[in-house]
């Protein structure tokens, strides 16, 4: 008899739809808009996120624009802690700190507020996808400037073929995610 966990995974798998060539030649671009349509489904996956985090203690949950914010919000209002907007260059008001990176399909720079993150804070980072870890250890860089700790990075999905846990390794080793490709 399948677990709540497995049956949740299984849920997600079937309910991700793969688009081919998107947003490039040779990428198999993992579409989770298909999970939002499912009201149930979406509050399953945050609690489950939230039920990882918890134990950890986060102060603020850093989240990747954009499609980080649909889950990492809700996992942070759950928690009672601050949500970070990491988010594309020039799409913050305030003054920020930034940090360039390379994407599994180009270039990108990365932007948070200069003060969202405070000396000693213990931050989690969230996103929906972890690829080759590029966007994650750029917020790492971001999180580090501002001289706060890196305590787990939380993803819905993981694609072991392409590594990204490697990138992210040096800066924490609690690296999860709910299902893996």
């Known amino acids: 008899m399948a677990t709540s966990e497995e049956i949740l995974e299984q849920t997600i798998k079937s309910t991700i739809r793969d688009i081919v060539d998107f947003p490039e030649p040779g990428i198999i671009f993992k579409d989770i808009t298909p999970l939002l349509k499912d009201p149930q489904l979406c509050k399953a996956i945050v609690q489950s996120i939230t039920d990882q985090l918890r134990p950890l203690q986060p102060d603020a949950l850093a989240c990747l624009d954009s499609r980080g ?13 601050p949500m970070i907007p990491i988010r594309k260059k020039g799409k913050l008001p305030y003054e920020t700190v930034y940090e360039e990176y390379a994407l599994e399909y180009g270039t990108n720079t990365i932007e948070m507020h200069t003060d969202a993150v405070q000396p000693g804070c213990r931050v989690a980072i969230h996103d929906d996808i972890l690829a080759t870890g590029g966007t994650a250890e750029a917020t790492s860089k971001l999180i580090k400037k501002a001289k706060g700790e890196i305590i787990a990075y939380s993803f819905l999905i993981e694609l072991d073929f392409l590594k990204g846990k490697d990138k992210l390794a040096p800066y924490c080793t609690t690296i999860q995610s709910l299902i893996n490709y």
């Open 69 to 81: 914010f649909w889950f990492g919000l809700s996992i942070a209002m759950e928690l009672g802690i």
